[in-house]
């Protein structure tokens, strides 16, 4: 069983920022949220405790999604001192895993291999190897390549400056361990402050083997203390979200020029043009193609769709063969059935549009049900609102929407009927009906055109 320990006290001072730094986000998500998201699928004792301190209560208010227990550190003295305060709520026969809010690409699948290595008699540390090592504690090993002690680069000498292997700060080890060492931290070094890392040397001298794991990637363990390492942190998350959708069967135009801000389920032969982002959750079937700069957000799209550049979809349902856009935008509730064709500059809202429809130019369709095979001309709209209430707008099978027209709710447009150019329609018609609500048209004769004074 583990205990869960995430440090998350600091004030992110170089962020600039006065929201804490471990809520700033990567993919649309916090970074502390992240961080939960790999422990949760461990087999915890209990909720992972969060050591907070400055902006506790906008941390506490974010935390919705995973049970969690909050640990004040009131003076923020270092990472061994974070940690002996979360040490009264740990359970002494589990396995700790330390870890850090400001480090969110860490894996469970890491997380799992790095506490595989703890137990009695030994425990876990992950560390990395950097050809620039800078900053960081380095990994001090004896000849026969035992880790001894792990010392921070302000008070390394210059012969340990050169090891290149160095320290995560993210460890493995038995509670009984930590509630022996912790107490017995003291500050004596550069900083002041207390180091968790210096629990590697009391394991050495107390016997116990300290065993090291890397991860997959030095990505899982970049941390990010300010914006230009945010901006690092979401690019290489961004990027093996690319990756594992070109192993599916997803072309990019360029997989660098893609944000997934979600989940993304994806079948065979799509292809996404640069610059689309993909937000909640949402399914692309097979053989879609999205073009450049559209943003897709909690909506299926079904196979053999076409959405052309600049499109917006939320909240949406798209049958199969469906063309979209350019300059498209379905709002929530809009189901499109197969076939349906949506031009440029449509926005469509919480309305249903029948097999084979087309609304191709410049209209806005709102709380409407279209049945199949319709025609709506440019500029039509559906005023589906009187400044109180919203009403529903029913056009029937084959109906033709001539341009410019005005649809007044609550209307119901029968199967059949034409509705002539320039018409604002405020009553129902019958199957078939040519419907025409405009003035008539006259011609003055020699009129004179203002003159400019």
């Known amino acids: ?3 869960a320990v995430i440090l998350a006290a600091g004030k992110g001072t170089r962020m600039c920022s006065n929201l804490p730094k471990v809520l700033h986000p990567i993919a649309g998500k916090s970074m502390l949220q992240h961080v939960l ?6 087999n915890l004792f209990a909720p992972a405790k969060i050591v907070v301190g400055h902006g506790r209560d906008i941390i506490k208010r974010s935390l919705t999604e995973t049970p969690v227990e909050l640990v004040v550190q009131e003076m923020q003295q270092g990472t061994g001192h974070a940690a002996l305060q979360a040490l009264p709520l740990l359970n002494e026969s589990s396995i700790t895993l330390i870890l850090y809010g400001d480090v969110p690409l860490i894996s469970t699948a890491t997380l799992e291999k790095l506490g595989q ?79 968790l890392t210096d629990i590697v040397a009391m394991a050495q001298r107390d016997g116990i083997e300290v065993k090291a794991c890397q991860p997959e990637t030095a990505d899982e363990v ?7 390492q945010q901006a690092s942190v979401e690019r290489a998350y961004q990027r093996k979200q690319a990756q594992k959708l070109m192993a599916q069967g997803v072309s990019f135009a360029d997989p660098d020029r893609f944000d997934c801000r979600g989940s993304l389920t994806v079948g065979r032969d799509v292809f996404i043009d640069i610059n689309v982002v993909i937000e909640g959750t949402v399914s692309i079937a097979d053989g ?3 073009g450049p700069n559209c943003c897709i957000k909690n909506s299926n799209i079904s196979a053999n769709t076409a959405i052309k550049a600049y499109s917006h979809i939320e909240g949406a349902s798209v049958a199969d063969s469906c063309d979209i856009g350019p300059f498209a935008r379905l709002r929530p509730g809009t189901e499109l059935q197969a076939g349906v064709k949506i031009g440029n500059f449509v926005e469509l809202k919480k309305s249903v549009i029948g097999v084979g429809s087309k609304v191709n130019h410049l209209s806005y369709i709102g709380d409407c049900s279209m ?18 209430n919203k009403f529903q707008t029913t056009i029937g099978e084959s109906v033709f929407i001539g341009s410019n027209s005005a649809l007044v709710a609550p209307l119901n447009i029968a199967a059949g009927t034409t509705v002539a150019a320039g018409s604002v329609i405020t009553q129902n018609t019958e199957k078939e009906d040519l ?17 400019k004074h």
Request: positive net charge; aromatic residues 6%; contains cysteine.
């Open 1 to 3: 069983m583990y205990e």
């Open 37 to 42: 998201d790999a422990v949760t699928p461990l």
């Open 117 to 195: 290595l703890a137990s009695n008699n030994t425990m876990g540390l992950l560390t990395v190897s950097l050809t620039e090592p800078t900053g960081y504690g380095r990994i001090v090993r004896t000849a026969a390549g035992e880790i001894t002690a792990i010392v921070e680069h302000k008070d390394a000498n210059e012969q340990q400056r050169k090891i290149c292997e160095v320290n995560t700060g993210i460890m493995a080890v038995k509670t009984q361990h930590l509630q022996r060492w912790l107490p017995a931290l003291n500050n004596n070094n550069a900083q002041n402050e207390f180091y």
């Open 222 to 228: 970049q941390g990010v203390n300010d914006r230009a």
């Open 288 to 290: 879609v193609t999205i």
């Open 371 to 388: 049945g199949p095979g319709v025609n709506v001309g440019a500029g039509t709209i559906t005023c589906n609102y009187d400044g109180v």
């Open 435 to 451: 419907a025409v609500a405009r003035s008539r048209q006259r011609n003055i004769k020699g009129w004179s055109k203002p003159q």
